[in-house]
């Protein structure tokens, strides 16, 4: 006799990244510290430097192509031309700061067309307000 498990599904999460919602279905995060070191006379290791680098996010999913498919394409290009910050929430998360990296887009024809977008971050990341 077998038996099965039951999952939860997933659903895409929207996420509002410059004026445009992206429908995330899978998100990366990486953050790091760079740390220089020098020899110390004693033979021992001493930190002269330590220093948080920025957060890289990554956001990939879908974002709906009815009506203008271009208008997306210029409001992406538009975010990495631009030196200005913006604000993401997503998952209860807020992540301010923001400033565009790299997007891709495929329109492949259909109703959706995959996106990945990428920011970066140097701002801690909060809590979003609970109602």
Same mark, same amino acid.
């Given at each position: 006799? $077998? @038996?099965?498990?039951?999952?939860? &599904?997933?659903?895409?999460? /929207?996420?509002?990244?410059?004026?445009?919602?992206?429908?995330?279905?899978?998100?990366?995060? $990486?953050?790091?510290?760079?740390?220089?070191?020098? @020899?110390?006379? #004693?033979?021992?290791?001493?930190?002269?430097? !330590?220093?948080?680098? @920025?957060?890289?996010?990554? %956001?990939? =999913?879908?974002?709906?192509?009815? =009506?203008? /498919?271009? #208008? %997306?394409?210029? =409001?992406?290009?538009?975010?990495?031309?631009?030196?200005?910050? %913006?604000?993401? &929430?997503?998952? =209860?998360?807020? %992540? @301010?700061?923001?400033?565009?990296?790299?997007?891709?887009?495929? #329109?492949?024809?259909? &109703?959706?067309? #995959?996106? !990945?977008?990428?920011?970066?971050?140097?701002?801690?990341?909060?809590?979003?307000?609970?109602?």
């Amino acid at each position: 006799m $077998s @038996s099965t498990a039951a999952f939860s &599904e997933r659903r895409a999460e /929207p996420v509002a990244i410059g004026g445009i919602t992206l429908y995330c279905e899978s998100f990366r995060i $990486s953050a790091a510290r760079v740390m220089n070191e020098e @020899s110390a006379a #004693d033979g021992s290791t001493a930190v002269t430097n !330590s220093a948080y680098r @920025s957060s890289r996010l990554t %956001f990939r =999913g879908r974002v709906c192509t009815q =009506g203008a /498919p271009g #208008d %997306f394409i210029l =409001g992406l290009n538009g975010l990495v031309h631009s030196a200005a910050a %913006f604000t993401i &929430e997503y998952t =209860g998360l807020v %992540f @301010s700061g923001c400033r565009m990296l790299a997007y891709t887009l495929e #329109d492949k024809g259909g &109703e959706w067309a #995959d996106i !990945s977008v990428t920011v970066a971050t140097a701002e801690t990341i909060t809590r979003g307000n609970v109602a």
